[in-house]
């Protein structure tokens, strides 16, 4: 993808705050802290455009950002984040669950987990969910440079089966700090977007 323009849209909490120009969008899920917002970032080759910390929960609306002018990344606030309350937890989770499942314009989820550990409760309840309501799904295992080399495969085997990943889904693995699966997963993206 040759990305010429690349800007912040706008945050949502809801439907009503949602594009109305049926753009496609390319949403972002994952656990707080994980690298979704960094992900954006490489991919845009942009430093800063999403917001990114080293403490968890920092994303906490939907935040669309607008890629020339053509298509949408809609990055989510993270789940399984222990600090915020109870009620802010299920407002969020509504709103994920929402969107997946209705959102016309979605053409893609990226599943974001970490290359480092195995899924969490949460990410295999999300990619249950997900599955359950047919909607397509890459999983992108992200900061693949903080684990040797040597391990990557057999970290990547212990995520596909946690998660119990369909087979003909796709599986990136993937670095912030480096460009490793950068052209694989735009690749994919570019696949999913259709003309
Ligand atoms: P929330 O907005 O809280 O849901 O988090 P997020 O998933 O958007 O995570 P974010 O992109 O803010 O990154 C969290 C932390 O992880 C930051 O300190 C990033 O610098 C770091 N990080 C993200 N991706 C990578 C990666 O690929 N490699 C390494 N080494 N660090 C990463
Ligand atoms: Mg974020």
Redesign the pocket.
């Known amino acids: 993808m040759n990305v010429t323009s690349s800007e912040f849209k706008i945050s949502a909490v809801g439907p009503a705050q949602y594009p109305v120009d049926g753009l496609q969008e390319i949403a972002?899920a994952?656990?707080?802290?994980?690298?979704?917002?960094?992900?954006?970032?490489?991919l845009l080759r942009r430093k800063n455009l999403?917001?990114?910390?080293?403490?968890?929960?920092?994303?906490?609306h939907m935040n669309y950002y607008l890629i020339n002018q053509s298509f949408f990344f809609v990055?989510?606030?993270?789940?399984g984040?222990a600090k915020v309350s109870k009620q802010q937890r299920e407002v969020w989770g509504q709103m994920i669950e929402r969107y997946m499942l209705e959102r016309e314009p979605l053409k893609l989820v990226l599943m974001?987990v970490d290359l480092r550990h195995p899924p969490s409760k949460d990410d295999v309840m999300m990619y249950e969910w997900l599955t359950h309501y047919d909607r397509p799904i890459c999983v992108v295992t992200?900061?693949?440079?903080?684990v040797p080399k040597t391990r990557w495969q057999k970290h990547a085997k212990v995520i596909k089966q946690d998660l119990g990943m369909r087979p003909g889904d796709p599986f990136v693995m993937?670095?912030?700090?480096?460009d490793m699966g950068k052209e694989e997963l735009w690749k994919i993206i570019e696949d999913h977007l259709g003309e």
Not at 50 to 60: D, L
């Open positions: 972002l994952g656990r707080s802290n994980v690298g979704k917002s960094s992900l954006i970032n490489r999403a917001r990114t910390s080293s403490v968890p929960g920092k994303t906490q990055d989510f606030p993270g789940y984040f974001v992200t900061k693949a440079d903080k993937f670095s912030s700090e480096t």
